[in-house]
């Protein structure tokens, strides 16, 4: 994977985070407070600057009500 492809990855996992956190109503320091995540490091999931651990990523999905799935293709 070349690294061009590793960032639209992480822009398109961030922008569904902010998409299901504002779809729910809350702001980056509420899903923080329940994910147990400093803002600024949400922040950064969001706008695709680092990647969240699988571990986080799937805590994050169910705080904001949905089950993580992968598919590769």
Known sequence: MTERAAQTIKQQVGGLIREARKAKGLTLKEL????????????????????????????????LGFKLEIKLK
């Open 32 to 63: 923080g407070d329940k994910v147990g995540l400093l803002e600024p490091t949400l922040s950064k999931y969001e706008t695709g600057k680092i990647n969240p651990s699988l571990d986080m990523l799937e805590r994050i999905a169910q705080e």
